[in-house]
Every structure is written in structure tokens, then in C-alpha cells.
């Protein structure tokens, strides 16, 4: 085969696109494109195996290879060197296929006679459609040339083409967007939602992948580009000074932006006849496949941070900007790759539902979901491929289920579920402004978890007491650079003129392990979550906290502050924190400024060995929070955010609430006020559980308030306890079960429908020495 010439290979595009244009049944058409690439790149094989489903390719047309095997031929990903090029995403190029690793011999196809095989993907921004082969008798290498050639045609079939209406009838991919579709994710925010599909990035839409004049596809290419360079300088040069880690990532997006072999690749993508969008988005579907099977996340950042800027050149080549002109529909549900902190914020409370195909438990952007009490469902796979503008979506937070596009007996069915929920809400309006008063005459401090100024509204809403956990880190999380000490002070003051005198604990900042701050260096440790986090790099780097709690005291203005330190492992961390903010408040004393009218600050107990701290602990600490999200992954070693084992151990666990009660009887003898905080609090039955065990405060989100304080007003905490005691005598794993007909018998057996509860593990007992007991 001749070298390739790029006056050749326009030629060839050239043929494909007529080819494309004309009328005629996919196959036949579908025929007629490898044809033409066979001949036109001199090789006695073309070949084009496309997706039936995640994991298998079809052979769906050929030239060269025998008929009998279209629509016959099919491959797992991995197998044979066609399933090597679809499980990699890249070229496979051999002289001598047979004597390859995993070749796979294919009878039906006579391919035994080809010597040479040359195989790219054909992919669309990380969506794989399937693999574009050639093979030749001859025994000789494809040049990077070719190789290059077949990847520009690969790329514009995927471009061009609905390929999925090749695969044969029922399948195809223009009616895809029709079907109904079902898909599973991992639960950020429980809760339900109807309504539908906003893209936060609609697709750039390129209709003109092959281009005449390359000469004028470069020039728009230049120029665009140029734009972009100057528009990353502006962003470089208003980055401020000092944050160095901001300075860090806009000089990686400018290194990209002059990277010669990133120019290079695109106009020798442009000389072989692409469109200059085309090109871009070639290079963008390449850097896709990479990032998802690049193991180091820092290299895959950088990944993003190309794809981010490939986006940007696409939409100043297309001149299509992220508003399409599209109409927000009403209940819109966010469907999106990935999104930040802000921009989630940015839409804001508009929103009923977020769902994103990366994303995780942990994610800045989970976080603010929480915030804004909507449901969010992370890697929810393929959903920006499968969704479109207006789609009907149903999420189902509770079970990490995406509806798009439902039945509408699945639509119906989950109506019925929301309605409930509503009703349940309705009923709970009721005793809003009645005490958490148990029969026997408890009465238990209901409070709510906060984070953002939008979260107040909820405080009189809810009937929450006051607010148990405000989480600072979201102000520092949800923006490019540190807060100044002023807009926070200002904030923390608006925080408390809305709580109008209600205590509100905040909790000072706490970040590391999930809570990476963008303008903070990444430290790539092992166990981020055993790592450096919270009050940790408060000590370590205490100009945060030289920042954050003079803001809280100015913000007091005369009126009582609350402090609350994350993450005390033990008595010294304490002390250190209380140290500072009493060197603050000397400070801020003699600058002249008014002091609150009273301190307290507490320690939140998150790690097991706090419970094991000294006498002197207790008495010095205000108060206690316990931070049961934390508490108990390091109890039971069990990762909250692993969505493997994150439900292995239930919270009703005869050991931990055994160890809870312990916590309790420590505060009792010193006499510090305790309280928990953590996601369980908002759960009825563990909250009985909780009150039973001694716990007279529990925080948690708005809307659990209603639904804990309805069980805890219809229950007697003594008779809790007395079930508690017996389970635990009889040696069960968890309560829950004797809870469960305890209440059940006492009639509010419905208040037990925890998505999150699960019961214990049971473990059969054959072949043991002991005896299991009876
Ligand atoms: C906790 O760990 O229980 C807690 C309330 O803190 P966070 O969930 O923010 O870590
Ligand atoms: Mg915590």
C-alpha cells in the first residue's frame, strides 16, 4: 500500500460523506462505507464490529472478510484483537495477527488468510460505538500515517452516523432516545423526585465533520485558539497572588493551550480533511478514553482539565455557548458529567433532583446537594449519553435509581410513592411547634444540620430548636479562592440575625480526607480519611483558624457563641483549639471589639479513642457532639463512603450502642452537655434507640425533624430501653428486629421504613466446637 497523502485521505472522507448522504438501507449503506475504505486505503479488509451491548461487538459489516459472518460474528470486549482494541480504546497495528497474544480465530470469517491487522475505535467523546478494522495478506506494519488516516475516518463515522441503525431493526439508535431506560447509580441524597431533564452541558452539535478547504479550517482553528490563550491569561492574571494552587491549575490549562503536539495533532487532523470542530473533538474523545484508564488522579485532572478546554474551543469554534436558548422546563432534574460546587449552588433551590455520570458519595457537588435537601444520584453511567433536553426522569434517591423516560405504570407507582411522602410531611406540619416530649415524659432537643445562609429558612419551618451543626467548610469548599475574614464574618452574622437567638453550633473548619478545597494542593494520601483532616490541619496550619474564629466573634456582636472542633482524636487537640480561641478573643479584646456575651466551645467526638479520654477532658469540654457519620466507619473500620460497606453494620449494633451509651454515662458523671449529629439522628427508630440509650439532643437535616419528633412524642423511652437491654442480653447482633415488633406491637410499626436500615448479617453456625447458642 502506498503512503498516504492528505490530499488522499480528503478524498476518501469525501466519498464517505456522499456516501452517507445517500438514501438507502443501513446495511447496504453500511456496506458501501467499507467498501470504500478498503479500496481507498488499498487493503483487501475493511471491517466495522459495533455495540449490541456493554460487552459484546458484532461484525455489522465487511469487505473482504465472508458474508456468511455479518450479523453472525460476535466478540466479548477483551476478546480477540478486536476485543483488545475496544477494551483499550486504542490501535491495535500488527503484521502478523495470528501470532498475537489472544488472537482469536474466527472460522466463519476466512479472516486466516490476513496477515496484517490495523484496528481503531470508533468512539464519540468517550462513548464507545464500536471498531473500524482493515487487514491485509501482505505482512507488513500500517505507518503511523495510516493509522492516523483511520482514525480521522473513524472519528467521522461516529460523527456522521447514526451507526446504531446499522446494527439491525429494533436497535437502532435514532429510536434510542425514545425507549425508556433504567439506570443504577450510588445514593448522595436520598429522596424523591419527578420531573425533567436539564443538561447543564448540552452537546456541542457538529454537523460538519468533513470540510472542503483546509486552508480555511486552520485559520478558524488559529484563531480560535488564540482567544482561548488570551482568555486563560485573563484568568491567570486576575487569579489572586498568593494562591498559588489556583495559579497552578490555570498555568496547567495554559500549558495546554500552547501544547505544540495538541496544535499539531488537531491540523493534521484538519489537513486529512476534518472540519476544524471535528479535530477538536477528536483530540477530546481521545483524552476521554485516556482518563478512564489512567489509574493516577492527578494525571487525571490534568485529562480534565483538556477536556474542559476542548469544550471551550468547541463552543467558540460552533459559537454555541452553554444557553441554547433551550427552556428551563419546570421541575427540572440537572443531569450532568460532573459539576462544581458553585454552579450547583448557581441554579440553586430551582432544582429537584441532581443526577451525574462521574461524581461521588463525597463530592464537593454531593455535598451542596445535601445542603439543598434534593435527591442526587452519582455515577449514574451513560446518563448525558442516554438523556435529552425535556426527557421525563424519575429519581429515586432511596434506591439509587434513575427512571428516564418511564412506563407510565413506573411513573404512576412512584407518583404514589412522592404522595406519600407529601401527606407524611403534611401531617408532620402539625406538631411542629409541639415539644419531642416522649409518654414517659423525656423531653429530647431537637436541632437541624446546616451549611449554607439558604438552609435557615428551614429553622422555624422544621421546628428545629436551633441549629445543632452549621458546616463551615462549604463557604471555603463552594469557590476558587480562601473567603476573606470580613464576607465571612458577614456571613456567620446573617446566619445568626436568622437563627433570631436560637443557638447555632459552628462547627469550625473541616476539611481534608472528602473536603479537598479547590486552591489547596491535593496531598495524594493513602487513607484520606485517616489522614490529614479537620482540627488536624487547623493546628497545622492555623492561619484558617486565625481567620475563622476572629470572623465568628466578631459576627457574635455581643450575642452568645457556640464553637464546635471536628475531628478530636484526643485531649491535647482540645486544649490546642481552646488555646487559640482564647488568644483570639484577647485579641479581638484589645482591638476594642465587643465580645460575645457568653463562649462555649465543644469537642465533636468522632473517633473512638475521645470516648477513652481523661476525666479532665469532659470537664473541660462545653459540650460533646457526637459525629456519628465518622464515629462509626472508624468503630466498625468500615468506609462511609464505600458503598461496599458503608451499610455492613447497623447502627443498632448491640456494640454501638452499647459504646453510645457508654459516651453518655461519661457526660452524665462530668455533667457536659451531649448531643448527636450525625446522618443516623434523622432516622426515627435509631433516634428512639438514641433517647433510649440516654441522648437528650439530636441534630440532623430540616426535614427529619418531623418524622423523629412523631415517633419520639408516641413512644416510652423506658420500655425502649427495657427491649434494648433484653436483645442485648440475648446476645443479638443488632436490636432492630426486637425494636421492630416492639414498635410495631405499640402501633407505629409504619415509622420503620429506613431505605438505610438494614438488618443484621446472620451468620450460620455449622461445624463449630461450641455449640451455637439456643
Ligand atoms: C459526622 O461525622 O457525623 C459529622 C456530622 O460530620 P461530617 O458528616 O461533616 O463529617
Ligand atoms: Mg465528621
Given amino acids: 500500500m502506498p ?25 447496504e449503506r453500511l456496506d458501501r462505507i467499507t467498501h470504500i475504505i478498503a479500496d481507498s486505503l488499498g487493503c483487501e479488509v475493511c471491517s466495522i464490529y459495533l455495540f449490541r451491548d456493554a460487552i459484546t461487538l458484532e461484525l455489522c459489516a465487511t469487505e473482504g472478510l465472508a458474508q456468511g459472518a455479518v450479523h453472525v460474528t460476535r466478540l466479548r470486549v477483551g476478546e480477540g484483537l478486536v476485543g483488545r482494541v475496544a477494551s483499550r480504546m486504542r490501535p491495535v497495528n500488527t503484521d502478523n495477527a495470528p501470532a498475537e497474544p489472544g488472537f482469536r480465530y474466527m472460522p466463519e470469517t476466512g479472516e486466516e488468510a490476513f496477515s496484517s491487522f490495523l484496528g481503531v475505535p470508533i468512539q464519540r467523546l468517550g462513548e464507545k460505538l464500536g471498531v473500524l478494522v482493515i487487514q491485509s495478506r501482505e505482512a507488513r506494519a500500517f505507518s503511523d500515517d495510516e493509522v492516523y488516516a483511520l482514525e480521522v475516518v473513524a472519528m467521522v463515522l461516529a460523527e456522521m452516523t447514526e451507526l446504531g441503525a446499522f446494527v439491525g431493526e429494533g436497535e437502532a439508535m435514532s429510536a434510542r432516545h425514545q425507549k425508556s431506560v433504567v ?20 452537546r456541542v452539535v457538529i454537523t460538519n465533520p468533513v470540510a472542503e478547504d483546509p486552508t480555511e479550517e486552520l485559520r478558524r482553528l ?7 490563550r488570551v482568555s486563560v491569561d485573563q484568568m491567570l492574571s486576575n487569579a489572586p497572588k498568593g494562591d498559588s494552587e489556583q495559579i497552578e491549575v490555570l498555568q496547567a490549562y495554559r500549558m495546554f493551550a500552547n501544547s505544540r503536539g495538541w496544535m499539531r495533532r488537531m491540523e493534521e487532523d484538519i489537513a486529512r480533511g476534518l472540519s476544524a470542530e471535528a479535530a477538536v473533538e477528536k483530540e477530546q474523545s481521545a483524552a476521554r478514553a485516556r ?14 482539565d483538556l477536556d474542559d478546554l476542548s469544550n471551550r474551543l468547541l463552543r467558540l469554534l460552533t459559537g454555541q455557548g452553554k444557553d441554547t436558548g433551550a427552556q428551563m422546563p419546570d421541575n427540572p432534574i440537572l443531569v450532568a458529567r460532573n459539576i462544581g460546587p458553585a454552579e450547583l449552588l448557581d441554579y440553586g433551590r430551582s432544582l429537584r433532583g441532581v443526577v451525574l455520570e462521574e461524581g461521588s458519595v463525597a463530592s464537593h457537588a454531593a455535598i451542596v446537594a445535601r445542603a439543598l435537601a434534593i435527591p442526587l444520584i452519582v455515577h449514574a453511567e451513560r446518563i448525558t449519553q442516554e438523556a435529552l433536553n425535556g426527557d421525563p426522569i424519575l429519581v429515586d434517591g432511596d434506591a439509587g435509581v434513575i427512571h428516564l423516560r418511564p412506563e407510565e405504570t413506573v411513573a404512576s407507582a412512584f407518583r404514589d410513592k412522592i404522595a406519600m411522602r407529601t401527606a407524611a410531611q403534611e401531617r408532620y406540619a402539625s406538631i411542629r411547634d409541639k415539644p419531642a416530649e416522649t409518654l414517659d415524659g423525656a423531653h429530647i432537643s431537637l436541632t437541624m444540620n446546616a451549611g449554607l445562609m439558604a438552609d435557615l429558612p428551614s429553622l422555624p419551618s422544621s421546628g428545629a430548636e436551633g441549629v445543632g451543626l452549621f458546616r463551615t467548610e462549604l463557604q ?23 437563627a433570631a437567638g436560637k443557638r447555632v453550633a459552628f462547627r469550625t473548619l473541616d476539611i481534608g480526607s472528602d473536603k479537598v478545597l479547590p486552591y489547596m494542593k491535593p496531598q495524594d494520601e493513602p487513607n ?8 488536624r490541619v487547623g493546628l497545622d496550619k492555623s492561619g484558617v483558624m486565625r481567620m475563622q474564629l476572629p470572623a465568628l466573634i466578631r459576627a457574635a456582636m455581643g450575642r452568645p457563641l457556640t464553637v464546635m472542633v471536628p475531628f478530636i482524636a484526643q485531649f491535647e487537640e482540645f486544649t490546642a483549639a481552646r488555646d487559640h480561641l482564647m ?31 481523661p476525666r479532665q477532658f469532659f470537664e473541660l469540654a462545653d459540650f460533646i457532639s457526637i459525629g456519628g457519620n465518622d464515629l462509626k466507619q472508624f468503630f466498625f473500620a468500615a468506609d462511609r463512603e464505600n458503598e461496599r460497606v458503608r451499610r455492613r453494620y447497623d447502627t443498632l449494633n448491640v456494640s454501638f450502642l452499647t459504646f453510645l451509651g457508654q459516651i453518655v454515662e461519661r457526660c452524665v458523671e462530668t455533667d457536659t452537655p451531649v448531643s448527636f449529629c450525625g446522618e443516623d439522628a434523622g432516622r426515627p427508630v435509631e433516634a428512639v434507640c438514641f433517647a433510649a440509650m ?8 430540616p426535614a427529619s425533624i418531623g418524622p423523629v419528633k412523631s415517633l419520639l412524642r408516641r413512644v416510652d423511652l423506658r420500655e425502649a430501653r427495657a427491649v434494648i437491654n433484653e436483645a442485648q442480653a440475648q446476645g443479638a447482633q443488632s436490636v432492630r428486629p426486637a425494636v421492630r415488633v416492639w414498635l410495631t406491637r405499640a402501633g407505629c410499626g409504619s415509622e420503620d421504613r429506613d431505605p438505610a436500615g438494614r438488618d443484621p448479617q446472620s451468620v450460620s453456625s455449622r461445624n463449630f466446637k461450641k455449640p451455637a447458642p439456643a
Fill in 583 to 613: 488568644r483570639e478573643l484577647d485579641r479581638e479584646a484589645a482591638l476594642g471589639h465587643t465580645l460575645p456575651e457568653s463562649v462555649e466551645i465543644g469537642a465533636m467526638l468522632e473517633t473512638p479513642s475521645l470516648a477513652f479520654a
Fill in 222 to 228: 488559529n484563531e480560535a485558539v488564540d482567544q482561548l
Fill in 183 to 202: 439506570i443504577h447509580g450510588g445514593i448522595g441524597q436520598e429522596g424523591a423526585a419527578e420531573g425533567r431533564v436539564w443538561l447543564h452541558e448540552p
Fill in 528 to 535: 484520606p480519611a485517616l489522614g490529614w483532616r479537620a482540627i
Fill in 291 to 304: 482518563m478512564q484508564t489512567v489509574p493516577d488522579a492527578y494525571l487525571r485532572e490534568r485529562l480534565h
Fill in 3 to 27: 503512503e498516504r497523502t492528505e490530499t488522499e485521505s480528503r478524498k476518501l472522507l469525501r466519498r464517505l460523506q456522499a456516501t452517507l448522504a445517500e438514501a438507502g438501507a443501513g446495511q
Fill in 476 to 498: 471555603f469548599l463552594t469557590r476558587n479562592t480562601v473567603p476573606k475574614r470580613g464576607e465571612l464574618a458577614a456571613l456567620y452574622a446573617r446566619v445568626m440575625d436568622a
Fill in 694 to 701: 440516654g441522648l437528650r439532643s439530636l441534630s440532623m437535616r
